[in-house]
């Protein structure tokens, strides 16, 4: 699942919303908002981050990702890292090619570097269920401030 979301997010005055005068249903679930948005997933959480319409702790972000603190953080630091457009996991992301990924993985390193964990940290994608991705929109963990453990649970 792809989108658009939060491309403009610095002058996010459009919606993503049901009914909002920026906004014509795309399909069920999406929509196209003519302002400054293409289209986003209307009931996603990282898409709401990535519009500005959910509030987020912003560390860093250019014009494809965007970085934010966990809000539940595991570690001093404990940032996500996502695409501001829709993917639903990593394995989206790395298919859809076209260099996403690897400034997701710039963008992750240059988060360390600025939280001062540039030395030791790690970067974790939990893709599917199965390994606990609990939001269904790509995102990397970057974990650092403390001694990590291996293997991970
Ligand atoms: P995962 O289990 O890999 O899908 O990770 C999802 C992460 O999103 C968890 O570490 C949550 O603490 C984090 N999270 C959930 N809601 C928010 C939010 N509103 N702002 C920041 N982080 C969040
Ligand atoms: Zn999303």
Redesign the pocket.
Known sequence: MRGVCGAGRAAATATCRDGGPDGVRQRAGRWRAVGRYDHCVSDC?FCG?ASGQ?P?RTVRENSRTIA?????P?APTHV?VIPKEHYADVAAVAEAGGGLLDEMASLAHRVAVAEGIGSGYRVVF?SGPGA????PHA?A?VIGGRPLEWPPG
């Open positions: 959480l981050i959910i987020a934010f603190r966990d809000i539940n595991q996500l939990n606990g991705q609990d939001v995102h963990h």
